[in-house]
């Protein structure tokens, strides 16, 4: 089960996720067959199947892969284990991709009760769900808090020197900004997010392609169209032959579409 949970791991990350479902799916039925069906090592695959699913825009199937971790782990783990805190979080996640965002805060405030419990701070996983919580904060109208929390979230990354977290967490406060209407306050912390996602990655890559639209909805906020729309249409391209979900794709090209109406 072990070396099939590293293949799927892999495959996922060369963005072959049916590939990577699938391997994870063989690799529960084998830990199932070994350790019964509701022995609690299971819930780290099925949290990692989970994941994949989502990735794919699975939600339906994530939902009922995730509950059945929760009963797993309800029943066999402290309240306080890391593979429960991953669970709240994908719980969060899962929820605000659903468009149910209080849940969603509900979820990873959660989960960072559980890693504030299992981890010493500073520590990326608790960054992870505060970037989550901040998110679904801001998606509900809170950007006050949701900046707050994402700064907080920022400052714990930065401690860290985790590169790749920093830069997720730029583009998700220039994201809080804009959509609080403080696009000049944007501007800034998006471009830095785009330099450093275009450091760690090449040019052409979902990441940086994620925060070119970004970048571009805060220049749309003062009126510099021109500038937006050639940000958008170097994004979409990379969209829509990268693997994930394709709610982006779909952002950047009606954000596009709107511009050369």
Known sequence: ASMLNNRAYIRGQLGDLPASEALYREAIMAKRSLLGPDHPGLVRNLNNLTSTL???????????????????????????????????????????????????????????????????????????SLH????????????????ATQREGLAMSRALEREADIARDLRSLGDILTAAGQHAAAEPVLRDALAR?????EAVHREVALTQVSL??????QARTDDAEALLTAAWPTLAASAGPRTPLRDALALLADLRE
């Open 54 to 128: 989502m990735s794919q825009e699975k939600y339906a199937a994530a939902d009922s892969v995730l509950a059945e971790a929760f009963t797993i782990s309800e029943a066999a783990l402290p309240d306080a284990h890391p593979d429960v805190g991953i669970s709240l979080a994908h719980r969060g996640r899962l929820r605000a991709a659903q468009g149910r965002a209080a849940e969603a805060g509900r979820d990873f405030l959660a989960s960072i009760d559980v890693r504030r419990d299992v981890y010493e701070a500073p520590h990326h996983r608790i960054a992870s």
């Open 216 to 221: 571009a909805r805060a220049l749309i906020g």
């Open 132 to 147: 989550g919580l901040a998110q679904a904060l801001s998606d509900q109208g809170r950007h006050a808090e949701a900046e």
């Open 197 to 201: 996602h275009v450091e760690l990655f």
